[in-house]
């Protein structure tokens, strides 16, 4: 069953606006990811997370690895319109096969110019 | 350097035909995966393949699914006798050798494979 509550499942916002999104588990997770999917194409990896705590940015993104491990959140600051796709969140359960990403069902982002 | 490639982009069939999914993995990747996506869902995990062997099926129905990753040439997914329920998008994913796939990094996906099913 799902695993990964990705919230909120959809945001439309104003460019240059910053964005916050995030991800939750009953379970504990040993890695967080972070990708962007555009129409009719695969997930891009924009930010993995290895360490409970840890804060990583890639240009305008920020994520954080929450400190319970169970939650993580993706920050996307000064909105622009190529921002526009689904965000994923995925992971590897700490108890589980670290060959099988869980994944979030996604928050669909649109920019109005 | 080309990345993940799967063909077809699109792909009709008909309830009862058989349908294959090829991906070439990224040069110098050995590890490919195989997730299927249904509309506003997540990736759901498939199997895992390295070359000539099957590492992890659990994702895989136990009837009319089957993966292959040979010595020469692209992996393939296979669905036999398709039904509606089969219609998804069909992502490959691949990851250089080494540790890496077991921490789940570094998944470079391909555009993936649309089937319907009539």
């Known amino acids: 069953g799902q695993q990964l509550n990705q919230s909120p499942q959809s945001m439309f916002i104003q460019e240059g606006e910053d964005v916050s999104m995030n991800c939750t588990s009953s379970?504990?997770?040993?890695?967080w990811l972070w990708y962007k999917q555009e129409p009719g194409e695969g997930p891009v990896l924009l930010i993995a997370l290895y360490k409970a705590g840890e804060l990583t940015s890639n240009g305008r993104l920020t994520a954080q690895f929450g400190i319970t491990r169970k939650d993580s959140f993706l920050n996307i600051s000064a909105s622009i319109p190529s921002d526009v796709g689904i965000y994923f969140c995925a992971g590897h359960l700490a108890d589980g096969n670290n060959r099988k990403l869980i994944w979030g069902l996604g928050t669909s982002l649109a920019v109005n110019p | 350097n080309a990345g993940v490639m799967q063909n077809p982009r699109h792909l009709v069939r008909r309830r009862g035909q058989e349908a294959r999914l090829r991906c070439s993995p990224m040069k110098g990747h050995s590890h490919v995966y195989w997730y299927r996506q249904l509309p506003e869902e997540g990736l759901k995990f498939m199997v895992y393949?390295?070359?000539?062997?099957?590492?992890?099926e659990s994702g895989m129905p136990k009837e009319r699914f089957s993966a292959e990753f040979p010595k020469e040439g692209p992996s393939i997914l296979r669905i036999q006798q398709v039904v509606r329920g089969d219609s998804a998008a069909y992502f490959c994913a691949s990851s250089p050798p080494g540790l890496a796939p077991l921490m789940g990094e570094k998944l470079f996906f391909g555009s993936g494979t649309q089937l319907s099913v009539l």
């Open positions: 393949l390295q070359k000539e062997n099957i590492i992890d």
């Open positions: 379970s504990i997770f040993n890695t």
